[in-house]
């Protein structure tokens, strides 16, 4: 599975945005799929992940209520809608999927990762 992330930028803090994910490959659809970030100096952070049929999703207490992961296996994409966004959420932000149709475990389970795209959120 190749992963491509975009959506990323600057945004002021309380805003909104949208990344998106596009996967190539047939088997995009039978992965469970993640959105995970890294800021400097901090550990990755699974923020949110959703099962391959779109069933179950998870979402780090970090970021619940606020983010809101979807998919669409027909047009092989994962997206990531985030709001009321705050300067805690400056990371980069990376798409992956994990090899398995279901979540669970931490962010090295994930065997395919897209390049990532930052987020910045700042006055």
């Known amino acids: 599975v190749q992963l491509q992330a975009s959506g990323g930028g600057l945004v002021q803090p309380g805003g909104s945005l949208r990344l998106d994910c596009a996967g190539s490959?047939?088997?995009?659809?039978?992965?469970?799929m993640g959105w995970i970030r890294q800021a400097p100096g901090k550990e990755r952070e699974i923020v949110a992940q959703i099962n391959s049929k779109s069933d179950r999703t998870l979402y780090a207490d970090s970021v619940k209520g606020r983010f809101t992961i979807s998919r669409d296996n027909a047009k092989n994409t994962v997206s990531l809608q985030m709001t009321n966004l705050s300067p805690e959420d400056t990371a980069k932000y990376y798409c992956a999927a994990r090899g398995t149709p279901y979540y669970g475990g931490d962010a090295s389970t994930y065997q395919w990762w897209g390049q990532g795209t930052q987020v910045t959120v700042s006055s």
């Open positions: 490959g047939r088997s995009f659809r039978d992965n469970a």
